[in-house]
């Protein structure tokens, strides 16, 4: 699930290409990356965010879309320009990888926000663990993107950081932390016991929950905090979750993969029949063999093919599955794609059970039971985080379908997309906001 060298190497390409365009138009044009790419937190089919820094008397929005279709940069019809959204953006597919890619213009708060990322990310080992597996959740749930009412990544992002920040128990931000633990927490605090109507988050100060009424006595006439209420610790008074007016759903998810995974983890597990022939975090996020073939084609493109890889930017995040496994071993793929033929050896890693290291706290009956579970799977592990940052087994899946050709040869791909009981043991005075 974590990037892979090549992957990083193929996307600075795309930016290189990108970049030689808006160097030639405005050779003291500054170009920088932000989001996701930026940080690390990519999935394989994430976009690449990039911002223009220059000075123009109106954004030269159309001007740079002519060039990048004269020069062939993006697939034809692909280039858009949105220059009627609150952040007018250029939006564009690269012509040979299919990566999507958006362009902006003067827009500092991005590149600040991949840096404020980045010392999170220090701070809380666990961060990427959690936010990479949280993404792909929502991506294959269509609940990923702003636009469609969904939660962004950088809403996400703090959702965690603040999940790290006002947790109960003192080893949860340790890098012996119980990742797996942590993740049905994760899911049980925001898919159950957060007060959506009542509560707001605020990151700054070491983190805390706000209650709506006070924060909309400092708002103006007619304006209320949103549903989902995220102060943005970079600019005070700017309401990150403001456009996810799907916040319900996406609770109503969080609240399914809780009840999911607990069953899994539980003692009962053993007895289902299916409990040999399921992952644990099978069951919540789907893995296709077709972003495994996506990902084959830019090892062979852009790298040396080896189970073995060094994850990029220190995120070894990986599914328990090989890729001749994807079918038999994730319950969400349709039983069509289960049945389509080639027999594959079917080996599963079992690696050392991944226990926790308090007793302590709101779900150390989890904790406990995961173990237990371990022992029924093979020693498998919700995921796992190897010590030397390795990537074994297939990235993760893409948005709704992905289909390519079955031989690339070295050919570009061809992809079209068919798309689409913890309680945080909180100070008395705020404790009545989580009700």
Known sequence: MSPRPEEETMRMEVVNRIQNVIKELWPNADVQIFGSFKTGLYLPTSDIDLVVFGK???????????????????????????DKATVPIIKLT????????????????GVKAAYLIKDFIKKYPVLPYLVLVLKQFLLQRDL????????GSYSLFLMAVSFLQLHPRGDACTPNANYGVLLIEFFELYGRHFNYLKTGIRIKDGGSYVAKDEVQKNML????????????????????????????????AFDYAYVVLSHA????????????SESILGRIIRVTQEVVTYREW???????????????????????ADNQQLDKYNNNLSEEN???????????????????????????????????SSDVHGSMRLFRTSSNKSIQGPGNSSHGTLVTNKQYQGAKPQQFYHGKKRKHKRDAALSELCR
Request: charged letters at 20%.
């Open 56 to 82: 123009w008397e109106t954004l030269p929005l159309w001007t740079l879309e002519e060039a990048l279709r004269k020069h062939n940069v993006a697939d034809k019809g692909s280039v858009k320009v949105l």
């Open 94 to 109: 690269d012509s040979f990888t299919e990566v999507k890619v958006d362009i902006s213009f003067n827009v500092q708060n």
């Open 144 to 151: 990923n993107e702003v636009f469609t009412g969904g939660i």
């Open 221 to 252: 006439d007619g304006y209320r905090p949103s549903m989902l209420y995220i102060e943005d610790p970079l600019q005070p008074g700017n309401d990150v979750g403001r456009s996810s007016y799907g916040a319900m759903q996406v609770k109503q």
């Open 265 to 276: 983890v539980s003692p009962i597990a053993k007895c289902y029949p299916n409990n040999e």
């Open 298 to 320: 830019i090892s062979k493109q852009w790298g040396i093919q080896n189970n073995t890889e060094t994850s990029c930017n220190g995120n070894g995040v990986t599914l328990m």
């Open 338 to 372: 289960q049945s389509l033929g080639k027999a594959r050896s079917k080996t599963l890693e079992t690696p050392s059970k991944h226990s926790s290291n308090s007793s302590s706290g709101p779900l150390s009956s989890s904790s406990s039971t995961l173990s237990s």
